[in-house]
């Protein structure tokens, strides 16, 4: 008996060890491979721009990270950051980024899941799920109208809604503002309206308390983005303050006291890149994720479809300024845009779609190369009248060049 046992015992003791050696096997394998897939690539040119920008003072710091067919090709830090406490932190990976407008393609990922769930419709009036939302052409104001900056209320201007008292005012705000034009006959970019807007739909008709809750229910925490947040990050976060405020104070304030639209769905997300560049990735691979769908095909197909496309065409047909741009569902896609401030480059195809944050962020993704690209400086380009847009169009273009190159 104690021989059988004995013999099952170390039956066992080899089968580990073999499997264990396989897996070891494994791991060494994917990693030549992975680090023979790496030497396809060439990024030497986009570093040096980036560095030479860094070394006339035009940013003090930055980070740039590349996704190729949802692995990470390439990821650098440069140069320092504002705490807190202090203005010349080193960039790493840790840091977490106030992300500003790149904040309205998080959001709308999040209510593409929700109008998947049922919880909202497209085309039905914001009155449904906001009823204090009436009046002169707010009664055929849509979600579908305050997701592609047609809403007609750009210039509503609204403070900080970190609070539940603050986001409940700014509703308010929104519904007694008077809507400026027919909503749909034209756009034109609604800074924090209309994303507020369809998230405090979503949220009413989630049950849920606050925005931050439906995020992290149905994306941050399905994606395992935990660093994604619409909240005042923990204490031992670090966070980038952009841009950087003139003095620090003593004690030193929260980090979302420096921010400009601190809680706001169109403006207030504050992550890490690579939590950002996982959001990208599952717009790129039509609600995939890591092997599991979170999202229907043929939601994602209807986000970052241009919705005034038919419009647009006419316009350029009569060889007419189109009175609107090529939006998606949250989404800026890049048709023919030329020299865009958003940052989508020249070499970038038509179909490339993404957004930028102030003139410190961009974020930009290529389905027909089937890659994306997170790019922020951690303070706004100096000197004053620097544009962003030069340097996120080269960036890009330099990107989308290394990718081309790689034959991947």
Same mark, same amino acid.
């Not at 705000?173 to 979503?202: D, I, K, N, Q």
């Given at each position: ?7 099952? +015992?170390?039956?066992?003791? *080899? ?33 040096? $721009? ?22 990470? #090709? ?6 320092? %950051? ?19 407008? *790149? ?18 419709? $497209?085309?039905?009036?914001? %009155?449904? %799920? ?18 592609? +900056? ?30 400026? !034009? ?11 309206? =209309? ?6 739909? *979503? ?35 670090? #966070? ?86 090529? !939006? ?16 989508? =480059? ?7 779609? =993404? ?5 410190? *962020? ?47």
């Amino acid at each position: 008996m104690f021989k059988i046992s004995l013999i099952c +015992h170390l039956a066992m003791i *080899v089968a580990f060890l073999a499997t264990a050696s396989s897996a070891a096997l494994a791991s060494t394998a994917a990693s030549a491979n992975r680090k023979k897939l790496m030497n396809n690539y060439d990024f030497t040119k986009v570093v040096a $721009y980036i560095e030479s920008e860094l070394a006339k003072g035009t940013f003090p710091g930055a980070s740039l990270i590349v996704d190729h067919h949802g692995m990470v #090709v390439f990821q650098q830090n440069w140069g320092t %950051y504002c705490s807190p406490t202090r203005r010349d932190t080193p960039v790493d990976n840790n840091v977490s980024h106030m992300l500003y407008s *790149v904040s309205k393609g998080i959001s709308a990922t999040v209510i593409v899941i929700a109008h998947q769930q049922g919880l909202i419709d $497209y085309d039905a009036p914001l %009155y449904t %799920y906001i009823p204090e939302y009436r009046g002169k052409w707010k009664d055929t104001c849509t979600i579908r109208h305050l997701l592609t +900056h047609s809403a007609g209320i750009p210039n509503c201007a609204l403070k900080a809604v970190d609070t539940p008292d603050a986001w409940e005012n700014a509703v308010a705000v929104c519904c007694t503002y008077a809507v400026e !034009w027919e909503p749909g006959s034209r756009t034109a970019y609604h800074a924090t309206t =209309g994303m507020l807007l369809v998230s405090e739909a *979503v949220r009413r008709a989630s049950g849920l308390p606050t925005w931050e809750a439906v995020c992290r229910k149905l994306l941050f925490d399905p994606l395992d983005a935990k660093s994604l947040t619409f909240i005042v990050p923990e204490q031992d976060v670090q #966070v980038a303050l952009t841009p950087q405020p003139a003095a620090l104070s003593n004690p030193p304030k929260n980090p979302c006291d420096y921010c400009l639209l601190p809680g706001h769905p169109g403006g207030g997300c504050v992550g890490k890149v690579e939590d950002v560049l996982k959001v990208l990735r599952l717009n790129l691979n039509d609600g995939m994720y890591n092997g599991k769908r979170l999202i229907d095909e043929e939601e994602m197909q209807e986000m970052h479809r241009i919705q005034y496309e038919k419009q647009i065409a006419e316009a350029e047909a009569k060889g007419a300024a189109p009175t609107h741009e090529p !939006w998606g569902l949250g989404w800026l896609v890049k048709h023919n845009l030329k020299n865009h401030w958003f940052g989508f =480059g020249d070499l970038a195809s038509p179909k490339a779609f =993404g957004h930028a944050g102030i003139s410190t *962020v961009i974020t930009v993704a290529e389905p027909e190369r089937d890659f994306a690209l997170v790019f922020l400086t951690t303070d706004v380009p100096k000197p004053p009248g620097t544009d962003p847009g030069i340097i996120r169009n080269k960036v890009t273009d330099m990107v989308t060049e290394a990718i081309i190159k790689s034959n991947r």
